[in-house]
């Protein structure tokens, strides 16, 4: 009799936990984790985790998207080593099992960024112009290059930088990346015409300069930032050119996640 009610309090148990699992869904979920950068890319019950935020929100982001019991993240991409990027992911790669760690290895100082370095973890310098494929879908590393920053130290400018192809649209993917970086890749002639674009470096007015926005001519852009943050994001100049050209501006602090299916 006792063994019969303990086994009805375990099934009522799980019911519960599958009602509250998450629905594991396919897409491309820009996390809502304050001041900083997290972006889920959800296929297959595979994931890329792009950055993590400053702090340990991302946990419970990332845990409202993957399959209940999936431990493993596939790929986890450092952009670049500033605090809202890489705080966050530092709790990321001790909760989960992560495939392979990308990253730009600079010459940067923070104690953080000395902890990631000694990590041991499958961390790979990812090599600019490769393409990784997530089923159907594959990511192209526009930029992966630790160049620009070996001359003006701004480790903004070492943002890796992604394009993904769904097998609805192309989304990009800056980082924090500022104008000398959109530059570079505006020389390189790698950049084109994309559907979404997640503006560099918070939409602050350092990115997003209005060449670069003519070339890529996204629908919707998406500004990671926090609500009251003390630099300012977004700058009106950045929302006055995204305005002018008709881009569709939508923020983390105002929507939370922004969910691309
Ligand atoms: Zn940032």
New binding site residues.
């Given amino acids: 009799m006792i063994k019969k009610y303990f086994v009805d309090i375990i099934s009522v148990i799980i019911g519960a936990i599958l009602l509250l699992s998450p629905s594991s869904k396919e897409g491309v979920f820009v996390l809502d984790v304050g001041q900083?950068?997290a972006i889920l890319i959800q296929k297959d019950k595979n994931q890329i985790l792009v950055d993590g935020g400053g702090d340990d929100t991302v946990l419970y982001r990332v845990g409202e998207y993957m399959p209940l019991g999936d431990m493993e993240i596939e790929i986890v991409v450092l952009t670049h080593p500033?605090s809202?990027?890489i705080n966050g992911l530092m709790y990321v790669l001790e909760r989960y099992e992560v495939g392979q760690v990308w990253f730009t290895h600079i010459d940067y100082e923070s104690s953080i960024y000395e902890q990631f370095l000694e990590l041991d973890v499958n961390k790979v310098e990812i090599e600019q112009g490769s393409r990784y494929f997530l089923g159907e879908w594959y990511i192209d590393v526009l930029f992966a290059s630790d160049g620009i920053y070996n001359r003006d130290f701004n480790a903004n400018n070492a943002s890796i930088v992604l394009e993904l192809n769904t097998d609805k649209r192309k989304i990009l993917l800056m980082g924090?990346a500022e104008v000398e970086e959109e530059e570079y890749l505006l020389k390189k002639g790698v950049l084109e015409d994309v559907d979404i674009l997640k503006v560099g470096?918070?939409c602050s007015r350092t990115a997003s300069s209005e060449r670069f926005l003519d070339t890529v001519k996204p629908e919707i852009a998406i500004c990671s930032y926090g609500k009251d943050n003390g630099f300012g994001h977004p700058h009106i100049e950045t929302i006055d050119n995204l305005k002018e050209r008709n881009i569709l501006m939508l923020s983390t602090a105002k929507e939370g996640n922004i969910e691309i299916l």
């Fill in positions: 900083g950068d500033h809202d990027h924090d470096h918070h």
